[in-house]
């Protein structure tokens, strides 16, 4: 069984940075392909970046590219995402997703994820 745990949420104001991480465990990282995810109250969840297991290949939302970078480290099974310049609008919980077939942007192409970290974006 594979776990994700994310870490690295909390409040800044418009502007600042943020740098999530999600930690796999119980198998490496580099079996999967990995993907982060954001879901704000009342609203369906979204993409937000992907990666591959080599991470040779990355794709993001249009409204993220150019703020943000996906990237990992395999020998620590950690995924990061860098959020720059970020905006109210940005204001959600964030959740890492893993699968070792799939590099999709839809959110039922992945098997496992972890149970969210908050980020909130003051204006």
């Known amino acids: 069984q594979v776990q994700l745990v994310e870490s690295g949420g909390g409040l800044v104001q418009a502007g600042g940075s943020l740098r999530l991480s999600c930690v796999v465990s119980?198998?490496?990282?580099?079996?999967?392909?990995m993907g982060w995810f954001r879901q704000a109250p009342g609203k369906e969840r979204e993409f937000v970046a992907a990666?591959?297991?080599?991470?040779?290949?990355?794709m993001y939302a249009d409204s993220e590219k150019g703020r943000f970078t996906i990237s990992r480290d395999n020998a620590k099974n950690t995924v990061y995402l860098q959020m720059n310049s970020l905006k109210p609008e940005d204001t959600a919980a964030y959740y890492c997703?893993?699968?070792?077939?799939?590099?999709?942007?839809?959110?039922?192409?992945?098997?496992?994820w972890g149970q969210g970290t908050q980020v909130t974006v003051s204006s």
């Open positions: 990666i591959s297991q080599n991470g040779g290949l990355k």
């Open positions: 997703a893993a699968d070792q077939l799939r590099y999709t942007r839809r959110p039922g192409g992945y098997d496992y």
């Open positions: 119980g198998r490496t990282s580099t079996s999967y392909y």
